[in-house]
């Protein structure tokens, strides 16, 4: 019923910005929240921050406050992660994520994109 596909990822220097961002389709109506995770390679999954598809409060992990921003313009159905001060802590790959309307948890993925933060 929805669908994400992120994008923007890449390689960047430490200090650098990069914007991520997440295309939903489908019933996005039926969208609650979104969500961005990442997960670097020997490291557990986290959310990073998140924001209410129609209220748009947001939440943010303490690692990252200050420095990212999620924003969902309306109209439009596409989330931005806008990431700035980036260090290479902040290597992983990102997904997006959506709950659903009635339902419990973050069931709906992304393919992920890859953010690599270099010296």
């Known amino acids: 019923q929805v669908q994400l596909a992120e994008s923007g990822g890449g390689l960047v220097q430490a200090g650098g910005s990069l914007r991520l961002s997440c295309r939903a389709s489908g019933r996005t109506d039926r969208i609650y929240a979104l969500g961005w995770f990442r997960q670097a390679p020997g490291k557990e999954r986290e959310l990073v921050a998140s924001?209410?598809?129609?209220?748009?409060?947001?939440y943010y992990t303490d690692s990252v406050k200050g420095r990212f921003s999620i924003s969902k313009p309306n109209p439009g159905s596409t989330v931005y992660l806008q990431m700035n001060s980036l260090t290479s802590e902040d290597t992983a790959v990102y997904s997006c994520?959506?709950?659903?309307?009635?339902?419990?948890?973050?069931?709906?993925w992304g393919q992920g994109t890859q953010v690599t933060v270099s010296s």
């Open positions: 994520a959506a709950q659903r309307l009635g339902g419990s948890g973050y069931e709906i």
């Open positions: 924001i209410g598809w129609s209220v748009r409060r947001s």
